[in-house]
């Protein structure tokens, strides 16, 4: 019954946006990708390179002169915050410090002012839409019970691998009956216990995606609602766990996440998106060694099934007609010296093609590209004894390692390492990733730096922030509705 109401609800929608896109045309635009993948950045460079330009010689539209113009306009979603474009711009170009990361979803209206190739004027209206990568991950709960998701939970908590991580929450749930009085209390040191051992799993680099339900750890507005004060606990029996339990507590609130948190969501939003842009902190995963990029592609494979939601679901057939594009982007480039940009696209490439080889086709124009949103480095060539090595130089973030080994330098110059030309040296066809050789260099970003020094105009607005193939990205978003 739900499903029904969920599906006239997205067909609705649909009909209106479709509409919209006749009257005016309208393309969705989805950034997402796990918490520090360079969401906030990304989105604000994205803006700032639409409506004030830039170096961008391959998005064509804009390379050929056919932008008039770009302007932000009102969002069509009243409930849904307005992407803090101003803010984090600030703090890019006038703080030089990196703005605050995506915490929930936010949305911004650009209307772009342009001259089609075959002449006359065009308008588009863009709507971008940020949300936590974490957020897709909760789909495969949409048809599990809370007696599935609590046996898949538990197990993995009681892997080897998180066990230890997990041990106060396992010890309070051995203490606990699950039949049981139902008893807010106890539920809400459950659900503490439970999203503590997922945010350790996360911050110790065990596991960086499989961690629903993805409210946990990314709450948006909800944190402490009751819609996420529940927990994984042990059923005994295959029915019902009995009335007023605290077993059948947790049940109605997991219920009631599906249907009042997860199910909107992909209703409301991810649903009518037209097009995707994925990013992924690749580097983050190289240096973390090969458990990280297991875990990686396994968080792949979970974005990817969001994306070819399945034919019987409630999302169905509307959905796959709707998403046209979607690009997996590796961020951060600028830590990597140009020689091993390609490779960097190369590693993403093969990890995007495993995951799609395991999924029935996307229906959707993939593509891969490795980028820096805003280039904080610069090259260099620095002589150690008599050779010439290719340097990464930035200015260092204070704060780092502790030790204020780096705060106040002007700049300091890393040497990155090469990635391997040939992605499949990280592949190995048996046992899955291999590591990085120490040869290759350890550690990709060991360093972080500051955001660069932007130029301003006369009239004290910034001048287009550098970056690494942004332009590339705009081109396979956006580039074909503005030919
Ligand atoms: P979000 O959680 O996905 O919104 O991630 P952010 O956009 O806040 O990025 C997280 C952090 O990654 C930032 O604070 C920066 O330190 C770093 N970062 C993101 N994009 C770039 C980039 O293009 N270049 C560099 N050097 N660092 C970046």
Redesign the pocket.
Known sequence: YEELIDEARLTALTLLDRAEDLTSPTLRLGIT?????????????LIHALTRGGRLPVFRAMHEGRIAGATLEPQPDDNVPRFDYEGHLSALVDER???????RISELRLAIDYAPARGGRRALTLDIV?Y??EWLLDLPLLDRSYADFAADSLRLARDPARRDLAAPFLAALADTDPEAPADEALARRLAELFTDYLAACRAEAVAMSLLPPGRFLMPGDLEGSPALTFAPIDLSGDGDPPAGSLAAMMQRRYESYKDRIVRPFFRDHFARLDRQIV?I?VLAALNAGPAALSDLEAALDGILAAFRVGRNSWLGALFRHRIGRVLFAA?????LHHTSHDPLEAILRRLVERALSRAEGAGAQIDVVA???????REAQVRRGRVHLPAIV?VP?AGQYGADEFDGLAEAAVFPGDLPENPSALFDPSLGFKGLSDAQGGDF?FL??R?PVVERNGEGQALPLP??RLDRALEFLIGDRLR
């Open positions: 990708g796990l918490s520090r993948s360079g969401k906030t950045v990304f989105t604000t460079a410090r990196w703005p605050e990361s995506t915490r940020d936590p990568g990013l902190d961020t951060k480039a600028d830590h980028l820096a949103a805003v280039r904080a480095t930035g973030e970003r972080r730096f955001p970056h690494i």
